[in-house]
Nanobody, 128 residues
Framework: MFSCKASGGGLVQVGGSLRLSCAES????????MGWFRQAPGKEREFVAA????????YYADSVKGRSTISRANAGNTMYLQMNSLKPEDTAGHYC?????????????????????WGNGTLVTVSS
């Protein structure tokens, strides 16, 4: 059964960096489009970043653009989110998710509906 697992969260001071990882397992067939979402206490889950199955296209929420980089490696089996210049408002549970194996639009990849497989969350806490 296909699944993905997030790791790499932790406690960091304002301005610090973290690299989140998302490891796939049980994949059969082609790589999938993948994304990161986050949910802060008392708030709805929101889009953070997405990367297409080839890794050629990457999309970011305005709130993290310029501070974060999404990438994938190991034939697409592992996805990363490098987060720099962290702010207190980045504090949230961060979730990785896997979508389809075909082409999906940028607008769709920014939505939860594009993803059918969700990993566990990894908590990022930024202290001021």
């Amino acid at each position: 059964m296909f699944s993905c697992k997030a790791s790499g969260g932790g406690l960091v001071q304002v301005g610090g960096s973290l690299r989140l990882s998302c490891a796939e397992s049980g994949r059969t067939g082609s790589a999938r489009n993948m994304g990161w979402f986050r949910q802060a206490p008392g708030k709805e889950r929101e889009f953070v970043a997405a990367i297409t199955l080839t890794g050629r296209s990457k999309y970011y929420a305005d709130s993290v653009k310029g501070r974060s980089t999404i990438s994938r490696a190991n034939a697409g089996n592992t996805m990363y989110l490098q987060m720099n210049s962290l702010k207190p408002e980045d504090t949230a549970g961060h979730y990785c998710a896997a979508g389809e194996t075909g082409v999906q639009s940028q607008n769709l990849l920014r939505a939860e509906a594009a993803y059918g497989v969700w990993g566990n969350g990894t908590l990022v806490t930024v202290s001021s």
